[in-house]
């Protein structure tokens, strides 16, 4: 009765440009999406790194009219979930809307309207506020946004576990599909930089170079990593049943099989100890997805050169994968995309196309790994992959992976 | 495919700070809604919300368990869940369940009201003084990591955040994961803390009633914000059975849609809302005439009311009148990400204690409002299923299904 989840379209905007194509090319060639920040100052800051969005025109995606009520977040969503539909070869009308929805992942939301929405409150007093302003304050007004301009009317949700929420929104998409409470879904993650926020990730020590040890950069899985370097973006996968994109003849660039979830105890705004949360949400991903591990050939990590996420990720990638024999290629796409916290879209968008091309992204950034791992750096690889696994780690301790299988040719 | 069945409850809002006191005041018909001290809102429009009075954490939250940082809706959510557990018979939490159980809870302001304090603080002195580990816990996920965390728990975790509709959200799509058999054992809700920002945005939206909210009723002029939280554990039928646990009720189905018409206003025509029962129905595998009662968003606004007035006339045709609809916002106030969850609480309650709970304030009809709103005081009633409505900010719809345990097999 289950049905088989096909990945039919790839919306991306991101440091690496926006659309599938320029974003996987740009991948491929190795090119890093950091550079110096540019969208305001960051001179208090001992971070100035960042992974900005380029080459991105809302107006491009959106309608005026809409755009008019949307926040930056909002219009990034709905300019990538057109950008999915498109791909996907699908027009909503009134005979698919209902059947279509969203599963939006967004670790902050739109930080810059709460921040404003706030900083009048806070000075002027309630009477001076915005009510504009007010949609734009929650969580779900990009998946909001998107479905009135799109036109869909299914399922529509967001889900809001900072850095695993994209991939809980696709694991959760997979769901919905697989049992038939949606006929197209399109699910990922996106977030924004903005002043305060970054301001924040900064006196919470949580980017390179943390304390002030060594210099900036994103350095995923390396010895010397000194925390990650904040970026932005958003991929949003088409997601469909296989048989139905199969009898309209769209291009499947892979399949969900499975997904794992899992938690740990950890301090607040900490990490964990050990990798026992992140090799359990792995495990069931395998094993929802009936694979094991000798049958992964490539892993999506979710390494971004923090300091205990990565150690924690490298050694359960030992404990799942074993440290001899045939062992998974590992790329950590952090490296080029910086953290986002739900770049998970985007990575899943990457792991979708490798899967049908045959061929894996380096990671940038790495010299010396922590761990013997089969990390891809310098250059892309080239291979016959069948499957590959996708991480999502996030502080305060939870986990959630997700197999994805390329997709035979039907004979 | 599991059956997922409800074998605890736990919840504090303005009514009560449990479950046995909320199925009393709910009966009572008893208003939580009034004068509020979480913070001072004299330079405010209203005047008036629905507070969890004299919260002390401690009273709720034993030691060892550490509570500093947390959110007041961390905290709100957490002793809610330690009663959920011990009336679930899960207290201590059995270390053998830790490993599969998982957290699923819906969101709202999180721990915006600790974040607001901290920003004026942030302004006033330019960001010099202020501590950003004030922020620790100012997004609501901050509530489901603390559940998981405290109890030692390695299940699936996750939270919703789609405003009013959150915590209906995060039980259906709990209710999924054990119906998948992803885990036996869910802890799943909402939470959701009063706070300036909120307060100011419902206000500034001109949202809200000067005086307690009146739902369905004729002079009704908008909704009375409130603070809530509502946990169930929701259980595989199988592993309640196993571990001889009392079954209050069980969870059918869900549906969740989306109106794709405006950001704040309902859509008139209530395609959405039709949808999201119809698809909450059918997802349960029960047919319109087997309802017996709705529990009904009810936030008070006058879009909403006459809107879901109009949607429920449209699923259920005929017998609409003759079915009771009510809208426990009246007393607990409209608790957003809580909302969903408390209202499935109050469902479970409803069931458990056979009565309908009241719509209060309203003694003023509405010719757009043609239904029984179960106006005169609770009801008592036999009641097998209930359909409970949560529509949100962005269009954002969920139904639940919640029905009577009827035995059978797992």
């Known amino acids: 009765m289950d049905r088989r989840v096909a990945i039919t379209g790839i919306g991306i905007v991101s440091p690496l440009g926006s659309g599938r194509e320029a974003f996987g090319k740009a991948l491929l060639a190795g090119q890093s999406g950091i550079a110096p920040l540019a969208a305001f100052s960051a001179e208090a800051f001992p971070c100035r790194l960042a992974a900005e969005i380029r080459d991105f025109q809302a107006r491009d995606f959106v309608s005026i009219k809409n755009l008019r009520r949307m926040d930056r977040l909002s219009a990034v969503t709905t300019a990538a979930a057109r950008m999915a539909l498109d791909d996907a070869g699908l027009a909503i009308t009134p005979a698919n809307r209902d059947r279509t929805g969203m599963i939006l992942g967004t670790a902050w939301g739109g930080t810059d309207v709460t921040v404003s929405f706030a900083r009048v409150l806070v000075t002027e007093g309630p009477g001076s506020v915005n009510p504009i302003l007010v949609p734009n304050v929650v969580m779900n007004a990009p998946a909001g946004h998107a479905s009135i301009e799109l036109g869909f009317r299914g399922i529509n949700t967001t889900v809001n576990h900072y850095s695993v929420s994209a991939e809980s929104a696709l694991a959760y998409g997979a769901r919905e599909i697989r049992r038939g409470a949606a006929d197209v879904l399109l699910a990922g993650g996106a977030d924004v930089l903005a002043p305060f926020y970054f301001e924040s990730l900064t006196r919470f020590k949580a980017l390179s170079p943390l304390q002030g040890g060594g210099s900036e950069g994103a350095r995923p899985f390396d010895l010397r990593r000194n925390g990650p370097v904040a970026g932005e973006g958003c991929g949003i996968l088409c997601l469909e049943p296989l048989e139905a994109a199969r009898e309209r003849g769209a291009t499947v660039y892979a399949e969900i099989t499975g997904s794992g979830m899992a938690s740990s105890p950890a301090p607040m705004t900490g990490w964990p100890d050990g990798p026992r949360g992140f090799i359990l949400a792995a495990r069931r991903a395998l094993k929802a997805a009936g694979c094991t591990p000798e049958e992964v050939d490539i892993v999506f990590a979710a390494a971004s050169g923090g300091l205990q996420p990565d150690l924690l990720e490298a050694e359960g990638l030992e404990r799942i994968f074993g440290t001899d024999g045939k062992r998974p290629l590992v790329t950590a796409l952090k490296g080029a995309l910086g953290e986002n916290f739900t770049s998970g879209g985007m990575r899943a968008a990457a792991l979708a196309l490798a899967l049908r091309d045959g061929v894996v992204p380096p990671t940038l950034g790495l010299e010396e790994p922590v761990r013997p791992l089969s990390v891809v750096v310098g250059q892309s690889v080239r291979g016959a992959f069948r499957r590959g696994l996708l991480n999502g780690i996030s502080h305060g301790g939870t986990y959630v992976s997700l197999l994805f299988s390329s997709v035979e040719e039907e004979s | 495919m599991e059956r997922v069945v409800v074998t605890g409850l736990g919840t504090l809002n303005a009514t009560a700070k449990s479950a046995p006191g909320f199925a009393q005041a709910l009966r009572e018909g008893r208003c939580g809604i009034g004068p509020f001290s979480v913070f001072d809102p004299s330079t405010f429009r209203t005047q008036i919300a629905a507070e969890v009075k004299d919260f002390n954490p401690r009273d ?293 204690h056979r009565f309908i709970p009241p719509t209060i304030h309203c003694t003023v009809p509405d010719p757009e409002c043609d239904l029984d709103y179960v106006t005169e005081g609770a009801r008592e009633a036999d009641l097998s299923v209930i359909l409970s409505n949560s529509f949100a900010f962005g269009g954002n719809n969920t139904s639940l299904v919640i029905g009577r345990f009827d035995g059978g097999k797992g």
């Not at chain 2, 009063?194 to 369905?216: H, M, W």
């Not at chain 2, 959405?272 to 709705?294: F, H, I, K, P, T």
């Not at chain 2, 009771?324 to 458990?352: F, N, W, Y």
Request: proline share 5%; glycine share 12%; hydrophobic share 40%.
């Open chain 2, 60 to 352: 709720h939250i034993p030691r060892p368990y550490p509570i500093k940082r947390m959110s007041r809706a961390d905290l709100l959510g957490f002793a809610a869940t330690l009663e959920a557990l011990q009336d679930a018979g899960l207290a201590p939490f059995p270390p053998e369940l830790a490993e599969e159980t998982g957290v699923v809870i819906g969101g709202g302001g999180g721990g915006l009201l600790e974040g607001e304090r901290f920003y004026g603080e942030y302004l006033r002195t330019e960001g010099r003084l202020a501590r950003f580990s004030a922020l620790s816990a100012v997004y609501c996920a901050s509530s489901a990591d603390r559940i998981a965390a405290l109890l030692g728990l390695w299940g699936p975790k996750t939270t919703f955040m789609t405003a009013c509709s959150s915590g209906a959200t995060a039980i259906g799509y709990a209710r999924d994961l054990i119906r998948g058999g992803t885990a036996p054992v869910v802890i799943a809700g909402g939470t959701e803390p009063l706070c300036r920002i909120t307060y100011a945005a419902f206000n500034a939206l001109q949202a809200v009633d000067l005086e307690p909210c009146k739902p369905f009723a004729g002079n009704r002029a908008g909704l009375s914000l409130g603070e809530a939280a509502g946990i169930l554990v929701l259980e595989s039928l199988r592993h309640a059975r196993a571990r001889g646990a009392r079954i209050y009720a069980e969870v059918l189905g869900y549906g969740v849609t989306c109106d794709s018409h405006h950001m704040t206003a309902p859509d008139p025509e209530a395609s959405g809302a039709v949808r999201s029962m119809r698809e909450a129905l059918r997802d349960a595998g029960v047919s319109a005439e087997r309802v017996d009662y709705v529990n009904a968003h009810g936030t008070a606004t006058p879009a909403n009311d006459a809107m879901e007035s109009r949607a429920i006339r449209h699923v259920f045709g005929d017998r609409a009148g003759r079915i009771p609809v009510s809208s426990t916002k009246s007393m607990t106030g409209h608790t957003l990400g809580a909302s969903g969850a408390l209202e499935a609480v109050a469902s479970v309650l409803a069931i458990r």
